[in-house]
T-cell receptor
């Protein structure tokens, strides 16, 4: 069974640009969560989706948005990038919410 | 709302034991534990539900004290492969999947 797939693996953008990250969960998993990981802040919760509905949202500005499609694949978008958005963005899937999370390898975003 | 982990870092020799604590200021419904090695994705270790449950596999176990709103991860007879950063994730509600992670505890096991 394939694991959680995140694309792209690395991304370099400049301030002011926008970016879209993609996450394909494990087949059959309906819950997808997104986390931002930085050395100083650890794993910060961004959002959680279940059956195309955003169930929870973390304390991030409105520049951070996401969605989930009918096949459970998810995307997150960051508009008007800032230097502080440089981080590893991790996606995790689970069968349903509250079950153990399976993490992808992440997308390393660098904002210059 | 972010749980507090202690210690922040620990260095062990192979065969020694370690305890990592995770404390929350809010009532807990469940606690997850994950381990992340450098450059890799976090890997699930275990989930504990409210009820004071203790779980374990191999030489890694954990407890959950609902009254104290804390969980502890126990690593006994540590092996080199135990090195990494350990995160606890806390869930404060019975009907959401919002998992909030602590800052992490870096564990280094030396030969």
């Amino acid at each position: 069974k394939a694991g959680v797939t995140q694309t792209p693996r690395y991304l370099i953008k400049t301030r002011g640009q926008q970016v879209t990250l993609s996450c394909s969960p494990i087949s059959g998993h309906r819950s997808v969560s997104w986390y931002q990981q930085t050395p100083g802040q650890g794993l910060q919760f961004l959002f959680e989706y279940f059956s195309e509905t955003q169930r929870n949202k973390g304390n991030f500005p409105g520049r951070f948005s996401g969605r989930q499609f009918s096949n459970s694949r998810s995307e997150m978008n960051v508009s008007t990038l800032e230097l502080g958005d440089s981080a590893l963005y991790l996606c995790a899937s689970s069968l349903i919410f509250r079950e153990k999370l399976f993490f992808g390898s992440g997308t390393q975003l660098s904002v210059l | 709302q972010q749980p507090v982990q202690s210690p922040q870092a620990v260095i062990l020799r192979e065969g020694e034991d370690a305890v990592i604590n995770c404390s929350s200021s809010k009532a807990l419904y469940s606690v997850h534990w994950y381990r992340q090695k450098h450059g890799e994705a976090p890997i699930f270790l275990m989930i504990l539900l409210k009820g004071g449950e203790q779980k374990g596999h191999d030489k890694i176990s954990a407890s959950f004290n609902e009254k104290k709103q804390q969980s502890s991860l126990y690593l006994t007879a540590s092996q080199l492969s135990y090195s990494g950063t350990y995160f606890c994730g806390t869930d404060h509600s019975s009907n959401t999947g919002k998992l909030i992670f602590g800052q992490g505890t870096t564990l280094q096991v030396k030969p």
